[in-house]
């Protein structure tokens, strides 16, 4: 929310202050504070055999969440959609909610689209992605000089 005018005020400095105001533009939570809705914390952690995912989406179901991979792009997106009514004898009220958000993911070349594996469970939607066998890093080695 912008402050407001008063009549004296400079049409100029507001505006100087609302395009170059550091903290509206870059500070913690932009988006969330300019669009109303946040995008979920993901942590990503590789391991020689797999990528595992871990979104925090508190609040859904796990029927509200659609994950596709296509041309090595994974896309985990979700939708929720909730109506309640109440009816009195003078009057009805309606109330919506709508809390939707979708994220994509390049995925390198060294995964394997076969047994993706997704399970969401107090919140958090976690994805393992398995590697493929030929491209699974080897542990170190180290060989000693005779």
Known sequence: MTQVRSKNESFTPALFTDIFDNAK???KNWFEKEFGQGLPAVNINETTKQFDLEFAAPGFKKEDFKISIDDGI???SAEKKEEKSEENKKFTRREFSFNSFSRSFTL???V???NVDAK???G???LSIPKKE???VLPKKD???A
């Open 25 to 27: 533009m870059f500070g």
């Open 112 to 114: 394997s689209m076969d």
């Open 134 to 136: 030929e491209t699974k």
């Open 124 to 126: 958090i939607l976690k």
């Open 143 to 145: 060989i000693k000089v």
């Open 108 to 110: 390198p070349e060294s």
């Open 120 to 122: 969401y469970t107090n």
């Open 74 to 76: 994974l896309t985990i």
